[in-house]
Nanobody
Framework: VQLQASGGGLVQAGGSLRLSCTAS????????MGWFRQAAGKQREFVAG???????ASADSVKGRFTISRDAAKTTFYLQMIDLIPEDTAVYYC???????????????????WGQGTLVTVSS
């Protein structure tokens, strides 16, 4: 599965961005999906995701501000980000796997396929 992440950019604090992750040439039906981020000098961390059965989860730091969604064709999923703060500055990665369940949704090693990352920079 090849994933293409897009939608990053420079935005002022309080602004919004929507990230997209598209699987080339295939449906993601039956896959769990996730967004992770890695800020400079920090470890990559879970942001939000769907389990393979459609359950969702998000990190406490983004609850109420970030929303994960997917299109009806299940070829693309999104991360809508509002009320961005400088601490959200990071490279954002999308990832998928057939094995994502509630207990593994936050675990990076559970994801088999990763996109290349898209940079989000939030200025103060």
């Amino acid at each position: 599965v090849q994933l293409q992440a897009s939608g990053g950019g420079l935005v002022q604090a309080g602004g919004s961005l929507r990230l997209s992750c598209t699987a080339s040439g295939r449906s993601l039906n039956g896959y769990g999906m996730g967004w992770f981020r890695q800020a400079a000098g920090k470890q990559r961390e879970f942001v939000a995701g769907f389990t393979r059965s459609g359950g969702s989860a998000s990190a406490d730091s983004v609850k109420g501000r970030f929303t994960i969604s997917r299109d009806a064709a299940k070829t693309t999923f999104y991360l809508q980000m509002i009320d961005l703060i400088p601490e959200d500055t990071a490279v954002y990665y999308c990832a998928v796997s057939r094995s994502i369940i509630a207990s593994s949704i936050r675990t990076q090693s559970a994801y088999a396929y990763w996109g290349q990352g898209t940079l989000v920079t939030v200025s103060s």
